[in-house]
């Protein structure tokens, strides 16, 4: 008996980090397929916040692991901080702790 290989799809979330040169700013959020977010965000004709700062760059893409539910944790954690030395600290790659020390960022996936 074959067993199909979509039985073996695991989801995997991740957190973003878009930059916006516009208006000097940085937006987290989490998602299982980052390129189609940023599109969303520089593209949507919903009136949002990202849509106020257009356009927007991906900065960083961070795993989180098979669970949305880690990945909104982590999401909301660091917008909670409300800290932009915090997002420029995790893009430079430094040593993360507490919650944060699970993220890996994905490589291939830089500014």
Known sequence: ????????????YYIYILYSSTS????TGSTE???K????????????FTSKHRPWVLKGVFECGPERKNAMLIER???KQKSRSLIEYILRGE???GILAQLVRVPHVRD
């Not at 008996?1 to 995997?12: D, E, R, T």
């Not at 977010?37 to 949002?48: G, I, P």
């Open 33 to 35: 397929d980052f390129f």
């Open 24 to 27: 000097d700013l940085y937006y």
């Open 77 to 79: 954690f660091i917008k």
């Open 1 to 12: 008996m074959k067993i199909s290989p979509l039985l073996y799809f695991i989801p995997m």
């Open 37 to 48: 977010r940023l599109s969303e965000h520089n593209e949507s004709d919903n009136d949002t």
């Open 95 to 97: 040593q993360l702790t």
